[in-house]
């Protein structure tokens, strides 16, 4: 890089960005446009220590930054000219603290200190989370500048400073600029379903609602849960269009395709929509009931039909059971044993994991628990004619035998020595009894449902799977049971003639009780 390059290169990055936002980057000339290394952080530093003195002090003045880095600096060799820039900015980021990391980069152009690509990548994050809240976005032109002389200085971005740029020009006019950098993303490591998300509302915000859908489409086919960023940009957008109404049904409609729920602020957006429209909207529990008592609608349960249950079940033997390394840990008399079993085994309506049921108290309890714990669930079942199978361990035939020879002479039982993952198995044995087959395990399986590739044969697993599986609560001294049986209704958006019902959770990653819906009505008030 020539000397007048490398001039108009710090100008460039020292530009005096206006008002709280203001910060300058500075390379270094011996920067390598090949090879781009970021220094990692470490968690603990990150999550106690640095924010320990960072946030417990009044920072006012650029002596009183001088003053904390130097601290930092000499306290902790794992604390390096080369990472406390990027550790600073990250505490602010993860402590909301916006301004006082604006204050900060201000302190680092004053004194004139170069700052490295980690930096610079929390740089475009705090820029983005300080300002994607707001409609008027100042100094966007330094955003973009910045981006482009890191873009002529570097080829290709790494995954991480790629991430980070697209989240800061998304809010911005220049936020086309983020397609070419999530091809680049795709290209090194795949959809990252944050990234997907937060350029999807930048389309919708920009009135680009295909390419928008195109990549929420691309995510769910993907198996990702798009994240809600895109959800409030849609339905801010659906606000001001010409028919909200169809617009939000489109929204209600691919949650469903998907069995995608929202979360709370989702959940929020979409009713505080309908009241502008002066229509009913309220959220709520439903607590076991399948009736809505909102509008009196009661919650419908999607069945699989022969056909999407067959295909489930030869999904889950080539996938789950065969794809599985469950054949690798068992021995081949244990294997021979097991499809000797199967090529005889009865319909059954109950199959139970044994040890899960024993060890839902802990491991660390005598085998009298444990054996009391498999006979009260065994005896649960029989006591409704109930046709029980029990799979477990070899090792489960010393337990007490009041116990046990209950189960043993009340249930069917298939026990192995070796097996350290006994799922793929209970999955076959459930399956190969039937649809309506009870699985009793607190194991939510979702290892498994990763190895299904097509996302329609997913569905249908989790679907299949919430219907049918029973977790254990607790067992009284009596040997009485409870249960967390599975709700009477499926746990998906539907519509009832001009009446939605969406269900929605405490996260994006999913709800515990499965109880929060959104009820919507076309009903005006």
């Not at 980057?25 to 968690?43: A, D, G, L, Q, T």
């Not at 790629?162 to 795949?190: M, P, Q, V």
């Not at 198995?425 to 009870?438: D, E, F, K, M, W």
Request: glycine share 4%; hydrophobic share 35%; charged share 20%.
């Amino acid at each position: 890089m020539s000397i007048n390059n490398l001039k108009k290169l710090e100008k460039i990055l020292y530009s005096t960005y206006s008002n709280y936002r203001s910060t300058a980057v500075r390379y270094s000339s011996n920067c390598s446009p090949r090879r781009v290394k970021i220094e990692k952080e470490n968690k603990s530093l990150v999550e106690e220590f640095v924010p320990n003195t960072i946030l417990h002090q009044k920072i006012k003045t650029l002596d009183d930054w001088e003053s904390v880095r130097e601290k930092l600096l000499n306290s902790s060799k794992q604390i390096s000219h080369k990472t406390i820039d990027s550790i600073i900015l990250s505490v602010c980021i993860s402590s909301k603290n916006y301004d006082l990391g604006f204050t900060y980069l201000d302190f680092l152009k004053q004194r004139n200190i170069s700052l490295g690509l980690a930096a610079i990548g929390k740089y475009f994050k705090l820029f983005y989370l300080a300002n994607c809240n707001n409609s008027d976005i100042g100094n966007e032109d330094e955003i973009y500048n910045l981006y482009k002389t890191l873009r002529a200085q570097y080829k290709v971005f790494d995954a991480f400073t790629c991430d980070n740029i697209i989240h800061a020009l998304s809010i911005t006019s220049y936020w086309r600029e983020c397609l070419i950098l999530l091809d680049e993303i795709k290209i090194s490591c795949g959809i990252s379903k944050v990234t997907n998300s937060v350029v999807a509302a930048a389309c919708f915000k920009n009135g680009d609602e295909d390419l928008g859908w195109k990549l929420l489409n691309e995510c769910a086919n993907k198996g990702y849960l798009p994240q809600s960023v895109a959800y409030l940009s849609y339905i801010n957008a659906s606000e001001h269009s010409n028919d909200p109404i169809k617009q939000m049904e489109k929204l209600f409609y691919f949650f469903a395709l998907h069995d995608f729920e929202c979360d709370n602020e989702v959940a929020n957006g979409i009713v505080n929509l309908y009241h502008k429209l002066n229509l009913e909207a309220k959220c709520l529990n439903f607590y076991n009931s399948t009736k809505c008592k909102n509008c009196g609608t009661s919650l419908t349960k999607l069945e699989l039909t022969p056909t999407n249950f067959e295909e489930l079940k030869t999904a889950v033997v080539k996938n789950v059971i065969i794809g599985s390394d469950v054949f690798y840990k068992s021995t081949p008399t244990e294997l021979e044993q097991f499809k000797q079993f199967t090529t005889n085994m009865k319909n059954y309506d109950v199959v139970i994991d044994g040890l899960n049921v024993a060890y839902a108290v802990g491991t660390k309890q005598p085998p009298q628990v444990f054996s009391f714990f498999v006979k009260s669930v065994v005896k649960h079942f029989v006591d409704r004619n109930k046709k029980v199978l029990l799979l477990g361990r070899t090792h489960m035939q010393k337990w007490p035998k009041m116990n046990w020879s209950y189960v043993t002479e009340n249930s069917d039982t298939f026990l192995t020595q070796s097996l350290s993952h006994d799922d793929p198995y209970l999955l076959y044995c459930a399956l190969h009894c039937g649809v309506n087959t009870i699985i009793v395990s607190k194991d939510l399986m979702r290892s498994h449902l990763f190895k299904i590739s097509d996302i329609r044969l997913k569905i249908l697993f989790n679907r299949w799977l919430l219907q049918n599986q029973y977790h254990l609560s607790h067992i009284n001294n009596q040997g009485k049971v409870f249960f967390k049986y599975p709700p009477s209704y499926s746990r998906t958006a539907q519509k009832f003639k001009d009446i939605w019902h969406i269900p929605y959770s405490s996260s994006i990653d999913g709800d515990s009780n499965g109880q929060m819906w959104v009820c919507l009505n076309n009903k005006v008030f």
